[in-house]
């Protein structure tokens, strides 16, 4: 064995044995804080010896450390270093020294308390490198130690930086991965039991608990704190979301509710899952696959060994995951995770209704995003659990409604998978939806339509659905009957009659939604809209309409009565009469074929069906209309089929509808072709027989005369028929002359009839013309007899008759008389009558193609065979009317003023343009019609305007080829408002003349009715004294009539878009710019209709518009400025729809325009266009924002965007004079500041840094001014004030923008701004621009540093200057702190040289007060930025500092600030800088200024009080200095040198006084000279000091000296209180208080008791005597405290003689007069004291013995006080 390994052998076992002999607990804590770490090193290095000797170091190595084993187990509070034992486990490199390492780590770990923080950094980093057992050790160590964390946060984060720590790599897996098993841990008392009795942990394994528990089970307390310091560790640490999500997550499942609340919080502000920019990324797998394990654990994984396999999480943690599992789309495709995890939900032993609940909404979240692979392969397994659910009849109703959306979500993603099962849930859930409660119809309702998928296109199955759907359509629920209803519309062909049938049925359904869904079923459009919405399908596929046979089928399968019994049976309808007419409205859209003559008669049954009396008359309307429609398409089947049932017509000739009786009549003149001749007399002979019986003046219903009036007229029209054999005229007369009869009857009343029987001799006049001499007679008798038409209804009989008659006339003179007629009701408000009227020019126009079938059975041209036209006239016939008719519309109606006459000249123009456009009249002007009706888009009447949108489509589609391009041209003009003008206002203006819409502009005063014509508009401005307001209206109301035509001429160009084709594309392109800025007017109707045409017109709008950018943004930005608000505020909001999506390129050329436009919006004098503003200046920052984000835009445009913007908005904007404005310029900049990065900023800072601190002060509210001129008056702090003002002001947007400006700065770009930030510091007004200033370069220098060093000295040399002139403290506090951040880094040798003159300066005589503010100020604030110089030159600054804080009070409290900043204490601070204070103090000594003089003073005593005893060889010298300047003039403040001389005296050694300022004699006899002073306050402290100092040399007597100046100061006061002196003016002030003297002289009584035995016994005499007098008068209390506390004195120092018998008698008659009348305890207490004293030394007293006793007995017992009676008792006592 060679030397050295028996040296180390002998080494550790001496080792051994002293640690055996240490005993002491201290001691051996010292050891072992030293030995373990050195142990472990040498098992770590014994390793390396040779095997023999390795094992024996080993071993006496774990001898060592199992002895200090035993020591440490009986001292539980000893404590290991943890760092030492870190350092030496990290060190080892080799097993053995790491193992022995982490056991001693553990134990160090579990004694080290809050110590333990200190090393987290260390083990944490690098851990993923430890071997595994070490890792989990370790990091139950660290979370141990962490549980001290939260306590200990603050203070650690300066060495604990959890953020580097854990890093984000695989230390922090390594970490999160036991967070979560610490998370999860339950404590053993905590822990629920399994059916074995054994405690599990959900979501850990065997293993896991092992780590956790590895040195010993863990208490609640413990895991709760534990847990709460990893939270905030982690907190700190700000992992990725992802990382810490797991951990959030399951401590949110804690038990705890203090953990539970702290990682809810962290988890909600950290991991955003369901939002558009969440933090969490669910859809990556690696997110969503530990979710899964987590969940179902490992339980069943047949591979890992059971120690290794984990438990389920608990029922709160399977919640929370899948509540994230639910918003996760690649969860839906993890298989087979998630059909577990449902499962699990459902069907799982410990599942609870929540969990299931969520596990069916998760199911349905899966079926609805996964892949429809995916959803294969859940289909049957879901399908089943779904089923069981609600088989079993669940009495949770929210598990059966997830169940349904389930089922709905597999037939809406694969309905395949429901191919088999289809039909009865289509079943179950019809019945569902009738049985379940509302919140589960919900679901029911959703899974059925889904369900519909299923059934699209089946035909093997579709007669089976019918079956059920017809069933459940009659069912008494309403939800199943709308239900099936659409199931109808959706799976079911629009050709299918069973569903139309059906539909008809459920159209009088008393559900209004149900009743409305049917008729949609009948509208092949709804149809092909609701299939194509539903299935996608094709127009093609749907769009095939049923034929009337196969519809007629059905209505006879269904109801078969109808078709074959007589029409005399039916007494009711067959089906409701709502589902009747919309069947009949059904059957009426289907085409007829007249081939086939079996469906046409069952159609006729159908409709004749409906002719009964009791059906409503809109059914009978409808009916008898497609009767006339079918008679006027299928002659010979109608005459064939009613030829012997005419009776139906004739019982509708008395209804009381007259649209019944006139339909019912029609039908029955058209059937006089082959009605037997006698039914034809009887029919006649009734009706003549009523005529007569009015004739003759007999009452008859009004309905059953007009209806022999109509049978009568058309059967009168029908007689020139060829087939027709006209009754005899023996039985029937001329029927034409009975109702021309009617007309003339002077003795009838009833106009009605009369018109009636004028209407019905027109249609006679079909069959043969009138007469001239009957025509006359109508137009000069009868029509006088009608009028006036007060009944509208009246007049439009007239209107059709005169029409009819006129058409038929051929004699032009009465045809011009009948048009005189029909135009006179152009003023007449009823728009039926107008129409009317218009039918009626039309007839009387000529030159249609209608037919007399069409006249007389449809009174329309609605019939296709026009193969026998009625003979219209020629042009020559009538070219004369058709002028008068066009001359009279243009003249009277469309100019007139009237809108009731404007309204008449639209809707006759129109009809005369659709009935007759083939007219050479209409044809040759169609440019000037559609003029016309330019005319009328301006109208203020909406009706009008629409006629004339109407007419402007007409007279497109009549124009001929070559006209059409000139018509759209003009229309495009009026749209663009370029050709607008001419059509706005009325070439003639009346009194009458309506400008303004009836109450539009209110209401005179006075009066009934608005301000809307002309005549009312003079009248209010000549009221108002300003006529030229007529102008102001009337160009209102052309910008109204301007808006009206643009909104009338969009809908005609709408309408003309799909005519005119490609003539209108060379238009578009002048459009679209002002089209796009319409499609925001503020008028809605403008607006509507501009978003219509825009829609109809522009293909592609987002194309358009790129396409005509720039034309668009030029006309818009013109617009914003122009005079009608209307036009401002819609190109505002225009422009910012615009702006959403432009790249720099697009908008660079009109973007300062546009801002400049936006400000002026924002100041407009309309509220909207202010608003429109607002939404122009949110788009703006929206692209702003955009233009400035490094990863939308490009760095180089971005620069360019920046330097356009920012002189816009700190030019005008920020300088404006309106706050909104500056408040939005400042708002954008702080965005752009915020978006943009340095990179693209720092060119630019010394274009906006300059302005924005300008503008601190420059955009403050005025009213600051006003406050703080008047700040004084209002009684506020003006530095207060003033400090407020500059922080409210760094708080405020600007200060904001200021504070990001200064995180962009670079180096270079400060030093740019070196010139401007100079010119600010000397220019700069107001103080928050000042500050701004000085705190901005304080913001850019701490974050740059050394990077400012080319400009740092520059303008520190700016700020002194600065700071030297300025007067706010506020401001020269920021002036300071930049000034000493920039000390910095500027010249080292410069900045000493400053120091050094500013020391110098404060150190000289001349030194004046703001030389030492401002050096002080600044010195305070180097303190704290600039640390490193200040330390450097603390010892030069702290005599200098020590010195000031004496000064005058602004200065004194700077630089007390800066003596708080050199020294930590004021003692040690003083100690370690004494030696050079005392220079300081001596130089001021010698001063000839009076201030610097009392500096010194006050620094003297604090210097003499706490280190006088390092100050001995200077004593002399400052005593001698202090000595010299005591004589000579009193100056203020001189008496603290008296102070300052007293406390050199007290702080020296008695032994060293003999040699200070010539011996103690010399300094007695200075303070007796001060007592003689006459200044008060002088003589004062004079008193006291010369007191404190006769106190402290009590080894020598100085009465003789001091007492002839106190005798002569209390014979003062004894002449003053007996009133023997006569006192000068102002004498008592200046003598001291009688207490200070009597405690200077009490002074003299202090002496040790072997120099007061040497002293003349007569002094004790001579001052008894003279005290006497004080003790008799004195007032004050203090005073007589003083005295008799004096005599106490006096009485113990003297014997029994030396004080005369008469003196003493008189102070104790004084006494007892004291103890008896005194109020005051503390005098009665000092008193009882005195006359003890002089009891006990027997003083000689003239009064008995005995009657003292008895005095003193008789204080006693009034006495209150215990103390003063047990004195005064043991007086008494001593007495006997």
């Known amino acids: 064995m060679s030397t050295d390994v028996q040296a180390e052998l002998d080494s550790l076992d001496r080792i051994l044995s002293r640690l055996a002999f240490t005993t002491d607990g201290a001691a051996l804590e010292n050891v072992l804080s030293k030995l373990i770490p050195i142990m472990i090193g040498k098992m770590d290095a014994s390793v390396e010896l040779p095997k023999g000797v390795q094992r024996q170091v080993q071993q006496k190595v774990l001898d060592i450390l199992s002895h200090a084993n035993k020591r440490m187990d009986g001292l539980p509070n000893l404590k290991l270093p943890i760092g030492s034992v870190w350092r030496a486990y990290r060190d080892s490199k080799n097993s053995v020294g790491q193992n022995i390492g982490l056991v001693y780590l553990g134990k160090a770990f579990d004694r080290c308390g809050s110590d333990g923080l200190d090393v987290v950094g260390e083990v944490v980093q690098g851990i993923h490198a430890r071997p595994g057992g070490h890792q989990n050790a370790l990091m139950m160590h660290v979370f141990r130690v962490l549980r001290w964390y939260p306590e200990y946060s603050r203070n650690l984060s300066d060495r604990i930086d959890a953020k580097a720590i854990v890093g984000d790599g695989k230390d922090l897996d390594v970490f999160m991965r036991h967070a979560v098993m610490l998370a999860l841990y339950i404590p053993p008392s905590s822990r629920t039991r399994v059916a074995d009795g054994a405690r599990v942990v959900p979501g850990l394994s065997e293993s896991d608990m092992k780590i956790i528990e590895g040195r010993g089970e863990l208490s609640v307390d413990d895991v709760e704190k534990m847990m709460?310091?990893?939270?905030?560790?982690?907190?700190?640490?700000?992992?990725?979301?992802?990382?810490?999500?797991?951990?959030?997550?399951?401590?949110?499942?804690?038990?705890?509710?203090?953990?539970?609340?702290?990682?809810?919080?962290?988890?909600?502000?950290?991991?955003?899952?369901?939002?558009?920019h969440p933090t969490v990324d669910v859809e990556k797998r690696a997110v969503v696959k530990p979710l899964f394990d987590m969940y179902l654990g490992s339980m069943e994984d047949q591979v890992l060994p059971d120690h290794l396999k984990r438990s389920p999480v608990n029922q709160s943690l399977k919640s929370r995951i899948l509540g994230i599992l639910c918003k996760s789309t690649v969860a839906c495709n993890t298989n087979p995770e998630a059909i577990m995890v449902i499962h699990d939900c459902i069907f799982g032993e410990a599942s609870n209704l929540s969990l299931k609940q969520q596990g069916m909404q998760f199911a349905v979240h899966v079926l609805k995003h996964a892949d429809t692979s995916t959803i294969r392969v859940f289909a049957p397994s879901i399908i089943r659990q779904c089923l069981e659910i609600l088989e079993g009849g669940s009495g949770i109703a929210s598990l059966r409604g997830f169940?349904?959306?389930?089922?709905?979500?597999?037939?809406?993603?694969?309905?395949?998978?429901?191919?088999?099962?289809?039909?009865?849930?289509?079943?179950?859930?019809?019945?569902?939806?009738?049985?379940?409660?509302?919140?589960?119809?919900?679901?029911?309702?959703?899974?059925?339509?889904?369900?519909?998928?299923?059934?699209?296109?089946?035909?093997?199955?579709?007669?089976?659905?019918?079956?059920?759907?017809?069933?459940?359509?009659?069912?008494?629920?309403?939800?199943?009957?709308?239900?099936?209803?659409?199931?109808?519309?959706?799976?079911?062909?629009?050709s299918d009659t069973h569903a139309r049938y059906m539909c008809s049925v459920l159209c009088s359904d008393g559900n209004i939604n149900i009743s409305g869904l049917a008729r949609e079923g009948l509208d092949v459009d709804k149809v092909v809209q609701a299939q194509g919405a539903k299935f996608g399908k094709g127009e093609k596929d749907v769009r095939a309409m049923p034929t009337l046979k196969d519809m007629v089928n059905v209505v006879s399968e269904k109801h078969p009565k109808i078709f074959h019994g007589s029409h005399d049976g039916l007494s009711t309808l067959f089906l409701p009469a709502p589902s009747l007419e919309a069947l009949l409205g059904f059957l009426h859209s289907l085409p007829l074929d007249q081939s086939d003559t079996e469906a046409m008669r069952g159609y006729f049954a159908i409709l004749s069906s409906c002719l009964i009396r009791n059906a409503p008359g809109s059914l009978q309307n409808a009916s008898l209309d497609s009767l006339l429609y079918s008679a006027a398409l299928s002659k010979g089947e109608f005459l064939q089929y009613f030829e012997s049932k005419t009776i139906i017509f004739e019982d509708m000739l008395n209804h009381v509808d007259d649209r019944v009786s006139c339909k019912s009549a029609r039908l029955l003149g058209f059937l006089r072709q082959s009605m037997p001749s006698q039914r034809l007399e009887q029919i006649c002979a009734r009706s003549t027989e009523i005529i007569k019986d009015v004739l003759a003046s007999k009452q008859r219903k009004q309905e059953e005369v007009i209806g022999a009036l109509f049978t009568t007229g058309f059967l009168e029209a029908w007689k020139v028929s060829p087939s027709h054999t006209s009754p005899s005229a023996s039985n029937l007369q001329d029927p034409k002359a009975t109702l021309l009869a009617l007309t003339l009857s002077d003795d009838?009343?009833?106009?009605?009839?009369?018109?009636?029987?004028?209407?019905?001799?027109?249609?006679?006049?079909?069959?043969?013309?009138?007469?001239?001499?009957?025509?006359?007679?109508?137009?000069?008798?009868?029509?006088?007899?009608?009028?006036?038409?007060?009944?509208?209804?009246?007049?439009?009989?007239?209107?059709?008759?005169?029409?009819?008659?006129?058409?038929?006339?051929?004699?032009?003179?009465?045809?011009?008389?009948?048009?005189?007629?029909?135009?006179?009701?152009?003023?007449?408000?009823d728009e039926k009558l107008l129409e009317q009227c218009g039918d009626a020019l039309v007839c009387t126009w000529g030159g249609t193609n209608a037919t007399r079938d069409q006249y007389l059975l449809l009174h329309a041209g609605m019939a296709e065979d026009n193969t026998h036209p009625w003979p219209s006239h020629s042009h020559g016939e009538k070219g004369a009317t058709r002028e008068k008719i066009l001359k009279f519309i243009a003249n009277n109606c469309i100019a007139s003023s009237r809108s009731e006459s404007r309204m008449a000249g639209a809707i006759w123009l129109l009809r005369l343009i659709e009935g007759a456009p083939q007219t050479p009249e209409i044809s040759d002007n169609v440019a000037e019609i559609q003029k016309a009706f330019c005319l009328l888009l301006g109208d203020s009447n909406e009706r009008t305007r629409d006629l004339a949108s109407k007419g402007v489509t007409s007279c497109y589609q009549a124009a001929k080829d070559d006209v059409r391009e000139d018509l759209v041209a003009s229309?495009?003009?009026?749209?663009?408002g370029s050709d607008s003008g001419k059509w706005m206002r009325p070439d003639h203006v009346e009194g009458s003349t309506q400008i303004f819409e009836e109450g539009s502009l209110g209401s005179l005063p006075n009066q009934n009715g608005g301000i809307s014509t002309y005549k009312e508009i003079c009248s209010l401005a000549t009221d108002l004294g300003q006529p030229d307001l007529i102008y102001q209206f009337m160009n209102l109301a052309g910008h109204q009539a301007a808006a009206d035509a643009t909104r009338g001429a969009a809908y005609g160009i709408a309408s003309v878009a799909s005519l005119a084709g490609d003539a209108l594309k060379p238009h578009i392109d002048a459009l679209i710019p002002r089209l796009f800025r319409s499609t925001f007017d503020p008028n809605p109707a403008v607006r509507d209709s501009m978003r219509h045409i825009w829609v109809v017109l522009v293909d592609n709008p987002k194309d358009a518009l790129k396409d005509h950018l720039k034309e668009t943004l030029s006309i818009l930005t013109k617009d914003m400025t122009k005079q009608q608000w209307r036009v401002r505020e819609s190109a505002a909001l225009a422009t910012a729809d615009i702006l959403?999506?432009?790249?720099?390129?697009?908008?660079?050329?009109?973007?300062?325009?546009?801002?400049?436009?936006?400000?002026?919006?924002?100041?407009?004098?309309?509220?909207?266009?202010?608003?429109?503003?607002?939404?122009?200046?949110?788009?703006?920052?929206?692209?702003?924002?955009?233009?400035?984000?490094?990863?939308?835009?490009?760095?180089?445009?971005?620069k360019e965007f920046l330097s356009t913007v920012f002189p816009i908005l700190i030019g005008t904007g920020m300088s404006s004079s309106l706050s909104d404005i500056r408040a939005i310029s400042i708002g954008l900049i702080t965005r752009l500041i915020k978006s943009a990065g340095p990179d693209v900023l720092n060119d630019k800072m010394q274009d906006i840094v300059p302005p924005l601190l300008e503008s601190l002060s420059g955009l403050e509210d005025a009213r600051l001014n006003y406050l703080e001129q008047h700040i004084n008056r209002l009684g506020m702090d003006a530095d207060r004030f003033e400090e407020e003002r500059i922080r409210f002001s760094q708080q405020n947007p600007i200060g904001e923008t200021l504070d990001l400006c200064s995180k962009s700065v670079d180096g270079k770009s400060f030093c740019d701004m070196n010139s401007s930030l100079v010119s600010l510091l000397r220019t700069a007004v107001g103080s928050s621009t000042k500050s701004g200033t000085a705190n901005f370069i304080v913001a850019c220098t701490r974050r740059i540093g050394k990077d400012v060093s080319p400009v740092a000295f520059n303008l520190m040399k700016v700020l002194y200057d600065a700071l030297s002139i300025e007067k706010s403290a506020s401001v020269r506090k920021s002036y300071a702190t930049a000034y000493a951040c920039l000390s910095k880094y500027a010249p080292r040798s410069k900045i000493d040289a400053i120091l050094d003159s500013w020391l110098e300066s404060c150190k000289s005589e001349n030194a004046e007060n703001d030389l030492m503010i401002l050096t002080g100020t600044i010195l305070k604030s180097m303190s704290s930025e600039s640390t490193d110089l200040f330390i450097r030159y603390a010892d030069d600054i702290a005599p200098v500092a020590f010195m000031a804080r004496y000064s005058d009070p602004p200065?004194?409290?700077?630089?007390?600030?800066?003596?708080?900043?050199?020294?930590?204490?004021?003692?040690?601070?003083?100690?370690?800088?004494?030696?050079?204070?005392?220079?300081?103090?001596?130089?001021?000594?010698?001063?000839?200024?009076?201030?610097?003089?009392?500096?010194?003073?006050?620094?003297?005593?604090?210097?003499?009080?706490?280190a006088g005893d390092l100050l001995a060889n200077q004593t002399d010298l400052i005593a001698s200095t202090v000595l010299k300047a005591l004589p000579g003039r009193l100056w203020d403040g001189k008496e603290v040198l008296l102070k300052s001389l007293a406390t050199i005296v007290i702080a020296s050694d008695k032994s060293q006084l003999g040699t200070v300022c010539g011996g103690e004699e010399n300094i007695v006899a200075a303070f007796s000279t001060a007592?003689?002073?006459?200044?008060?306050?002088y003589r004062t402290e004079a008193l006291i000091q010369t007191g404190r100092v006769l106190r402290y040399l009590n080894d020598k007597d100085f009465y003789p000296q001091i007492w002839p100046t106190l005798n002569e100061l209390l014979s003062q006061h004894s002449e003053r209180l007996q009133g023997s002196r006569k006192e000068e003016d102002g004498e008592p002030a200046r003598l001291p208080s009688i207490k200070i003297i009597l405690e200077c002289l009490s002074s003299l009584w202090c002496q040790e008791s072997e120099y007061l035995a040497k002293r003349d016994a007569s002094w004790n005499s001579v001052t008894a005597t003279?005290?006497?007098?004080?003790?008799?008068?004195?007032?004050?209390?203090?005073?007589?405290?003083?005295a008799l506390q004096l005599y106490v004195s006096l009485i113990q120092c003297s014997d029994s003689t030396s004080i005369p018998e008469d003196t003493v008698t008189q102070v104790a008659e004084e006494d007892i007069a004291l103890l008896s009348s005194s109020r005051v305890e503390s005098i009665r207490s000092i008193g009882s004291d005195l006359l003890h004293e002089i009891v006990r030394k027997r003083m000689r007293i003239s009064h008995p013995i005995s009657d003292l006793r008895t005095r003193l007995k008789d204080i006693e017992s009034a006495e209150k006080s215990a103390a003063v009676r047990s004195k005064i008792n043991a007086i008494i006592s001593d007495l006997e």
């Not at 979301?241 to 203090?258: G, K």
């Not at 229309?971 to 663009?976: E, H, K, W």
């Not at 610097?1492 to 003499?1504: E, F, T």
Request: proline share 2%; aromatic share 8%.
């Open 748 to 829: 009838l009343k009833n106009k009605v009839i009369r018109a009636t029987a004028l209407l019905c001799i027109a249609y006679s006049s079909f069959g043969d013309e009138l007469q001239t001499s009957d025509l006359s007679k109508i137009l000069e008798e009868v029509l006088p007899k009608l009028k006036p038409y007060k009944d509208s209804s009246i007049s439009t009989i007239v209107a059709e008759a005169l029409g009819l008659i006129g058409m038929n006339a051929h004699d032009n003179s009465y045809i011009a008389t009948i048009v005189d007629e029909i135009l006179e009701f152009h003023i007449s408000k």
């Open 403 to 494: 169940a349904y959306q389930c089922l709905g979500q597999l037939a809406q993603r694969d309905p395949a998978s429901l191919q088999e099962t289809k039909m009865e849930l289509m079943k179950r859930c019809f019945d569902a939806l009738e049985i379940e409660g509302p919140g589960v119809r919900a679901s029911v309702q959703e899974t059925i339509n889904c369900l519909a998928n299923c059934f699209q296109d089946d035909a093997d199955q579709s007669s089976e659905v019918w079956e059920v759907l017809e069933g459940y359509c009659y069912s008494e629920n309403s939800s199943v009957r709308q239900t099936a209803l659409q199931w109808i519309i959706w799976i079911f062909k629009f």
């Open 971 to 976: 229309l495009v003009g009026i749209l663009s």
């Open 1140 to 1198: 959403q999506g432009l790249l720099w390129e697009d908008i660079k050329e009109f973007l300062p325009t546009i801002l400049n436009c936006c400000f002026r919006i924002i100041d407009d004098v309309k509220e909207s266009v202010r608003l429109a503003g607002q939404t122009l200046v949110r788009s703006i920052t929206s692209l702003s924002i955009r233009l400035t984000d490094a990863d939308s835009t490009a760095s180089s445009d971005s």
């Open 1451 to 1506: 200065v004194a409290t700077v630089w007390t600030n800066v003596w708080e900043e050199i020294t930590t204490a004021t003692g040690s601070g003083i100690r370690g800088h004494a030696i050079s204070i005392s220079k300081v103090l001596l130089e001021a000594l010698n001063s000839s200024h009076w201030a610097r003089k009392k500096a010194a003073g006050d620094g003297i005593v604090c210097l003499y009080e706490t």
């Open 228 to 276: 709460m310091g990893v939270l905030e560790f982690v907190s700190r640490a700000e992992p990725s979301p992802e990382d810490s999500m797991m951990f959030l997550l399951c401590a949110s499942s804690s038990p705890y509710e203090a953990v539970k609340k702290k990682s809810e919080f962290m988890y909600a502000k950290t991991c955003v899952v369901d939002t558009a």
């Open 1666 to 1682: 003279a005290l006497l007098p004080i003790l008799k008068y004195c007032e004050k209390i203090e005073d007589r405290k003083a």
């Open 1571 to 1577: 007592c003689q002073k006459q200044k008060l306050t």
